[in-house]
C-alpha cells in the first residue's frame, strides 16, 4: 500500500474531532436555554447527546443537518426550532419505558465499553475483549439506552431485541458509503459518523460482502471507536499489517467514543474473535518472562 494511501486513511482515523463536538454542544445549550427557559438543559459526558430536565437528546442528526448549512447561529436556530424545540415536551423520561410497539421502530444496536455495565443497568451481549453489544433507543426526538427494567417490561427473548436491532441497523446501512482499497492489501474503511459505525460489523450481509470485495475469507478489523470500522485483507505482508495495527492502537487513545486498540478477525464461520499475532504473543512471553 503506498504512503499516499495510508496517509488519507490515517486522515479518516482522526476526522472524528472531539473539540468541535463539544463546541457544538455548548452552542446547542446556549441557543436551547434561551429559547426555552421553563426547561432545565445540562451538558453529558457524551458531546452528541445532551439532558433535558432527566431526559436525554441525542444531537447527532442535528449536528449531521447543521453541517449541510452554512453554519451560522441563525442555521442552528432554526434548525432547533423545526426539531429539537417543538418535540422537546415529547421525550421521554428516563423512569417511563415506551411500549414495545413503539420502542421496537427506533431500537439500535451499539457497541460500547464492557464499563459501562457497571455504571448503568443495561442489557448487553458479549462481543470481546473489554467490549460488549449494548442498545439504545435512536429517534430525531431521542437516544437512549436500553435498561433491564425496559426489557424487562417488553416481555421478550434477548434474541428477539438483537434481531430487531440489527433489522434497524441494516435498513439504515442501505446505500452506505465506504472508503475502499482494492488489491492485495485491501482496505475498507466506513465513517458515517452517524453512531453505529462500529457496530456495522454486526451485520452478517454486510461482513460477506466484506469478504468478497477483500478477497479473503477471513479478514481484519478494528473497532478503535465508535463511528470507525475499518476491515482489511488478511495478507501475508507484515509491514501492512502492523502499520494497521499499530494506528488502530494509537487511535484508541486519542479519539472520543473509545472502544478497543485490538485488532479482530471475521472468520467465514460467523464467528468474531480478537486476533493475538505472534509479534503480541511473543512480546507478551518476554513479559511473563521478565517478571
Known amino acids: 500500500m503506498s504512503e499516499g494511501i495510508l ?39 457524551d458531546p452528541l447527546t445532551l439532558k433535558c430536565d432527566e431526559s436525554t437528546l441525542g444531537l447527532t442528526n442535528l449536528r449531521a443537518n447543521f453541517l449541510l448549512t452554512t453554519r451560522t447561529d441563525s442555521d442552528l436556530r432554526l434548525l432547533l426550532q423545526e426539531s ?55 429517534s430525531d426526538k431521542t437516544y437512549s ?17 438483537h434481531t430487531q436491532a440489527l433489522n434497524n441497523l441494516d435498513l439504515r446501512s442501505k446505500g452506505l458509503e465506504a472508503t475502499v482499497v482494492e488489491g492485495t492489501n ?9 453512531g453505529f459505525d462500529a457496530s456495522r460489523i454486526l451485520l452478517p450481509d454486510l461482513r460477506e460482502r466484506f469478504a468478497e470485495t477483500l478477497g479473503t475469507c477471513d479478514f481484519f478489523f478494528g473497532i478503535p471507536n465508535r463511528d470507525f470500522l ?12 502492523s502499520q494497521l495495527r499499530g494506528q488502530i492502537a494509537s487511535d484508541t487513545e486519542s479519539r472520543p467514543y473509545p472502544l478497543s486498540g485490538k485488532t479482530f478477525i471475521a472468520r467465514s464461520d460467523g464467528s468474531i474473535e480478537v486476533y493475538e499475532s505472534n509479534a503480541t504473543a511473543d512480546e507478551r512471553a518476554e513479559k511473563a518472562h521478565n517478571n
Do not use: H
Open 145 to 161: 439506552y436500553v435498561t433491564v427494567r425496559d426489557f424487562e417490561s417488553w416481555g421478550i427473548g434477548l434474541e428477539s431485541l
Open 7 to 45: 496517509s488519507r486513511l490515517v486522515n479518516s482515523f482522526r476526522r472524528n474531532d472531539g473539540d468541535e463536538q463539544r463546541a457544538f454542544q455548548v452552542k446547542v445549550l446556549s441557543l436551547l436555554r434561551e429559547m426555552r427557559p421553563d426547561r432545565t438543559f445540562s451538558a453529558t459526558d
Open 230 to 241: 475499518i476491515c482489511w485483507s488478511a495478507s501475508d505482508d507484515e509491514t501492512f499489517q
Open 84 to 138: 429539537l424545540v417543538v418535540t422537546i415536551d415529547a421525550v421521554r423520561d428516563l423512569g417511563d419505558t415506551p411500549e414495545w410497539d413503539t420502542a421496537k421502530r427506533y431500537l439500535m444496536p451499539q457497541l460500547m465499553p464492557s464499563e459501562y455495565l457497571n455504571k448503568m443497568d443495561l442489557v448487553s451481549k458479549p462481543f470481546g475483549d473489554t467490549v460488549v453489544i449494548g442498545y439504545v433507543l435512536d
Open 186 to 194: 485491501g482496505i475498507i474503511a466506513i465513517d458515517t459518523l452517524d
